[in-house]
């Protein structure tokens, strides 16, 4: 089945500064990745996601790549704020007929002014 | 639109009670998912339904059981809760089998 690894589990950094949370996945039929950012008693939300038949997607200051090689995507966060600080979370999802979007165990994000 | 929405928002239970979590989603919506969250371990899959009239497992169905009760509604029973069952409980449903998933405002749920 599928299984989504997530690093790291805490990640801090300055204000303005880059951040590159990293999944892998094992399932090579894996063919749809979101990311979902949660704010601190909040429900998750989908901030970005990308198909298997592209290699990255830039929204803003968010961007994903997906390496279908080495089975891993990466989320970067360039000139972070404040408000950035949340829980993100990657998600692999099978394609083969099932609907189960498996989370990773999420990475806590805080930027600092 | 409300949503997802999800009944109760907090809720104590004692070792062995049962209680049901229900959710309704207004969105036309054909997916429909339960999972729970623990710190350090992510979301959870608990149960899904990916569409009115059929249900599956996922992760951790154990102590677990699930209604589709028609396209709106899909509600989460524990028979016999234990306290591993302490845990926030999210409700999420989506149009299909790919896209965004749209969840609830969650139910904390706490087993003494």
């Known amino acids: 089945g599928e299984n989504v690894e997530q690093h790291p589990s805490t990640l801090s950094v300055q204000e303005g500064d880059s951040a590159v949370i990293k999944c892998t996945y094992s399932?090579?039929?894996?063919?749809?990745f979101p990311w979902y950012k949660q704010e601190l008693g909040k429900r998750p939300q989908l901030i970005i996601d990308?198909?298997?038949?592209?290699g990255e997607k830039k929204d803003q200051r968010i961007a994903v790549t997906l390496n279908k090689t080495a089975k891993h995507f990466s989320l970067h966060i360039t000139e972070t704020q404040p408000e950035d600080s949340a829980v993100y979370f990657c998600?692999?999802?099978?394609?083969?007929?099932?609907?189960?979007?498996?989370f990773g165990t999420g990475t806590r994000l805080l930027v600092s002014p | 639109n409300a949503g997802v929405t999800q009944t109760p928002k907090f809720q104590v239970l004692k070792t062995g009670q049962s209680m049901t979590l229900q959710c309704a989603q207004d969105?036309?919506?054909?997916?429909m998912y339960w999972y729970r969250q623990d710190p350090g371990m992510g979301l959870r899959l608990i149960y899904y339904s990916a569409s009115e009239g059929t249900t599956d497992k996922g992760e951790v169905p154990n102590g677990y059981n699930v209604s589709r009760l028609n396209k709106r509604e899909f509600s989460l029973r524990l028979e016999s809760a234990a306290p591993s069952q302490t845990s926030v409980y999210f409700c999420?449903?989506?149009?299909?089998?790919?896209?965004?998933?749209?969840f609830g405002e969650g139910s904390r749920l706490t087993v003494l």
């Open positions: 990308i198909r298997s038949n592209v």
């Open positions: 399932d090579s039929a894996s063919n749809y």
């Open positions: 969105m036309n919506h054909n997916s």
């Open positions: 998600a692999g999802h099978m394609n083969t007929g099932f609907q189960k979007l498996v």
């Open positions: 999420a449903t989506r149009l299909a089998g790919e896209g965004e998933l749209f």
